[in-house]
């Protein structure tokens, strides 16, 4: 009908998931043009847009997708628009199945649900969990900022699980995540990020946001004097660590005690320990390799956005940290490539290579390219004789002297143990699990793995660079 009705060199856009049913004809002697609306409008879909804020300026995009949901809020306002014919039936919340039942059945358009909220309970900042025991001198309370997958999979069990320890208040970008994860696991209260960084009521805090938000929210938590645990990365660029380390600092020549965790989770497994303890008198350097088949993903996920930090800072961290952890000595240089990306990756095919102030090397190798059948993490260390290998956390063999000690469980990358280390020491008011210094270390030497990668060299972290007489001088190679 559309194309039957329109003029000549007219066009048709199609709203909505509709059957197109065009007569082709019709088009082709009018030369129409047919047009599909994406959603909303220009912007949905695109991530940068919808989660990163980036706007589309009004003089090349008139109406994206904000600006047609504004203007339609405007017309409602200014009565422009009548949507009562729309509103068929009326029906409280708990009868929202018959709601659904009678649309069906009688092919109405529309069904009104009234939740019946009270407006003072709308505007609350505050949502309340059901019977909240009283608080006794020995309860620590925790706020978390983020309720994502991860937060809710592993990090909200693994507190809530913990005796004397109160869910007191969470905070997401949106508010209605909170507000799920009050009802689901018992948080006290829903708050935003900047009132949970400063209730007087909170002990101390877990950042699980995304990770463009860490350093800014550690900066803050370091700031208000809250013990802190944030996933990784720490930071994701050079300046804003710096910006971490002065608040650690500044805290420190306040007469305060700063705690800063990070969640590098994997030195903490049981096998990272048992792995230790068979090297824990070593003489001699350590040679590492680790294989991680850690998969595709696409470049609009939002782990691959240059203000997330990427794969390397994201997650290749997590190797870094546990080969740290099992050499026990500084990171000296970094030497990485990168297989090119061409328009699939985003330098997540990376050979990295660490040395360390004993001499010890460890070969990280993190791969995107690879099949799901390959277990995900392997892990091998040889050193005076002996072996040692874990493969995904699921078997560990500890080889020494023609003798094999082998050990078979499920999975555990060492979350629990992490948790439970973090919070003995924040309730105790000891140190972190991880020194500051090497949770700065770590951090930097994926910066380097970057650097090596651009500049197709070594680099040098500085700090932990060898002490040379005044008179040397590093050579260039030159006769």
């Not at 003089?59 to 504004?70: A, D, H, L, Q, S």
């Not at 009678?102 to 309340?128: C, F, M, N, Q, W």
Request: hydrophobic share 40%; proline share 5%.
């Amino acid at each position: 009908m559309a194309a039957a009705i329109a003029r000549d060199r007219g066009r048709i856009v199609v709203v909505g998931d509709v059957g197109l049913g065009v007569s082709r004809p019709n088009v082709y002697l009018k030369e129409l043009s047919i047009s599909l609306s994406r959603s909303y409008g220009p912007g949905r879909y695109d991530a940068y847009y919808e989660e990163g804020g980036i706007d589309y300026p009004i003089g090349y995009v008139r109406w994206t997708e904000k600006r047609n949901m504004e203007a339609f809020v405007q017309f409602l306002a200014a009565r422009s628009i009548n949507l009562a014919p729309l509103i068929e039936k009326r029906y409280p919340v708990e009868q929202a199945d018959t709601a659904y039942a009678a649309i069906r059945e009688s092919g109405s358009y529309t069904a009104l649900i009234d939740y019946a909220v009270p407006e003072a309970a709308a505007t609350s900042a505050s949502v309340p969990a059901p019977q909240r025991q009283k608080r006794s001198p020995v309860e620590f309370k925790i706020g978390c900022i983020g309720a994502g997958g991860f937060a809710r999979n592993i990090i909200f069990p693994a507190l809530r699980n913990r005796k004397g320890v109160i869910l007191e208040s969470v905070a997401t970008a949106s508010g209605i995540a909170a507000q799920s994860a009050c009802k689901s696991f018992g948080f006290t209260k829903a708050q935003t990020p900047s009132d949970l960084l400063q209730d007087a009521e909170t002990d101390g805090v877990f950042i699980l946001s995304r990770h463009d938000s860490h350093s800014r929210y550690v900066v803050a938590a370091l700031t208000n004097h809250k013990a802190a645990f944030v996933e990784k990365p720490l930071a994701v660029t050079q300046d804003q660590l710096e910006e971490i380390r002065c608040a650690y600092q500044a805290a420190k020549e306040q007469g305060h005690a700063p705690f800063l965790m990070v969640g590098f989770n994997r030195r903490f497994a049981p096998m990272t320990e048992k792995l230790q303890e068979f090297f824990a008198k070593r003489q001699e350097p350590m040679m590492i390799n680790v294989r991680v088949n850690a998969g595709y993903l696409p470049l609009d996920h939002w782990t691959q956005r240059q203000e997330d930090g990427g794969r390397i800072i994201g997650e290749f961290c997590h190797f870094v940290d546990w080969a740290r952890a099992v050499v026990n000595r500084p990171v000296q240089t970094v030497t990485a490539h990168a297989l090119p990306d061409g328009s699939r990756y985003n330098r997540d095919n990376v050979a990295a290579t660490l040395s360390f102030s004993d001499g010890s090397i460890a070969n990280l190798i993190y791969v995107a390219n690879g099949d799901k059948s390959v277990p995900k993490e392997y892990f091998e260390v040889f050193c005076e004789g002996g072996a040692g290998i874990i493969n995904d956390f699921c078997t560990l063999e500890l080889r020494r002297d023609g003798k094999t000690v082998s050990t078979k469980s499920r999975r555990d990358k060492g979350h629990n143990r992490e948790i439970e280390l973090t919070l003995n020491a924040m309730r105790n008011g000891g140190p972190s699990p991880i020194p500051f210094e090497d949770l700065v270390e770590v951090t930097k030497a994926c910066f380097a793995v970057h650097q090596s990668i651009s500049v197709g060299q070594s680099v040098w972290l500085k700090e932990n660079a060898p002490r040379l007489p005044a008179e040397a001088t590093y050579s260039d190679g030159a006769s």
